[in-house]
DNA sequence: GCTTGACTCTGGAGTTACTACAGGGTTTCC
DNA sequence: GGAAACCCTGTAGTAACTCCAGAGTCAAGC
């Protein structure tokens, strides 16, 4: 098949499987004389893999060593659940630190009543002056990320997304 | 001061006060003859302003809104509570999401008992023929970010940061 | 006066995982 | 045989920095 037949069936962007390819995730891809590459259901099957583990929000890199083991079936597994506990533990991390921004930022926004002139307004005050409870920046330590970012996913720009 | 000062007392990295200057964050500073920056209190307390706010993960964009406010204090603040709800309810799906998936990690972990081979390792087969509870792709919609990713924060290499 | 070292400057590249072109070539269908 | 749909490569952009090279500035010590 055609690399927008595979596309369609993994649910995955053209673009991204061709980067997907340079990335060494996926093989090279034999090419027709057109040059087209040319994919079969061993291809398929690895790149559905690998977007489950993306869908598990895991990274490239984690995914890499995952796929090393599943081309080396003979070796102990140990390593793939070293991974995903180190992955449990990150995204465990993560849920945390959300949860007391989460309790931050209502704080901050209870300083604040409807209305108000931006000169009194008690959330821009205590964001001028530091409350007590507004951690320093430099919360986070692991390879998790910020509350938001530019690549979310493969999400395309409009949809209904963004603030 | 001169920038390293600056950088200490706010606890901002050197690169990053010259960052917030390219991107408009905030103001030129004026130059000593020798063409170093020179700040004074309103720098400070302007950075320690926006630091505040990233470190409630706010986004660039956010925090211009909040800067606009705080320079133009005739304004109404309703914005302001605006923009901190609609951050609030991001956090908070975010959340959602990553209990989400930690779930669907933990569902997947269990999948494995230690030390066997790759060959039969559960977790491998579950991430290859692909469990029902695994979601696509595609999960998130806003402007959060992923699990992971390069940029965290801006916490350097080491030296035990802030958490 | 000269050297050493700490500090600062600019500009550019790297980070993640894509996404979005531009400017072409190839296939397919009518 | 011509248009539409598909595919190709290569490059640049995203967020919020971080890191580096190569050079200039400044204060202190000898």
């Not at 259901?41 to 599943?70: G, K, N, P, W, Y």
């Not at 205590?126 to 938001?148: C, D, I, K, N, V």
């Amino acid at each position: 098949m055609k690399i927008g037949q595979l596309a369609q069936q993994t649910g995955t962007p053209v673009d991204t499987i061709r980067y997907y390819e340079r990335e060494g995730l996926l093989p090279r891809a034999a090419r027709t004389e057109g040059n087209y590459r040319i994919y079969d259901a061993v291809h398929l099957e690895r790149l559905a893999f690998i977007r489950r583990c993306r869908s598990l929000d895991m990274t490239q890199d984690e995914i890499r060593v995952l796929l090393r083991f599943r081309d080396t079936p003979s070796e102990s597994c140990e390593d793939v659940n070293a991974l995903l506990d180190a992955h449990i533990g990150h995204v465990a991390e993560r849920i945390r630190e959300l949860q007391q921004l989460e309790t931050q930022l209502q704080v901050l926004r209870a300083c604040c009543e409807e209305g108000r002139q931006a000169a009194e307004c008690g959330i821009l005050n205590e964001l001028s002056h530091g409350g007590a409870e507004l951690t320093t920046p430099a919360a986070s330590e692991s390879h998790l990320a910020a509350t938001h970012a530019g690549g979310r996913q493969h999400v395309p720009p409009r949809q209904g997304g963004g603030a």
